[in-house]
């Protein structure tokens, strides 16, 4: 999380506007659902919410915002934040967890 750097549209000094921050959204429901249910996040992706829109809401949502997707990596360092508020890191849930992925790295 804290590799992540906050990214605007700005010169360094000078204090973005709302509307020169990057917005970032991370779409996590399959292609052909109903509704989009994704991440957003204003100008610092480790922060964010989620949210659900129908589709053609979702599209004007990210139209009106000048979104951004989340890079792999920024998704990558979510993600085990994430995994880390779920299991903790010294408890058992966290070592099955871990050993869970390498068997399932393991088994590909």
């Not at 709302?18 to 996590?28: A, E, L, N, S, T």
């Not at 890079?71 to 979510?78: I, L, M, S």
Request: glycine residues 2%; contains cysteine; charged residues 30%.
């Amino acid at each position: 999380m804290g590799d992540i750097q906050q990214h605007t549209r700005t010169v360094k000094n000078e204090k973005p506007t709302f509307k020169q921050m990057i917005k970032y959204v991370r779409v996590r429901s399959a292609e052909n659902s109903r509704f989009v249910e994704f991440d957003f996040a204003i100008s610092d992706p480790s922060l964010f919410v989620e949210l659900v829109l129908p589709k053609k809401a979702f599209e004007q949502f990210c139209q009106a915002n000048d979104v951004v997707s989340m890079t792999q990596e920024q998704q990558d360092a979510n993600d085990i934040e994430l995994e880390k508020w779920r299991y903790g890191e010294d408890t058992l849930m966290a070592k099955n967890r871990k050993e869970q992925h390498v068997q399932e790295k393991n088994a590909d």
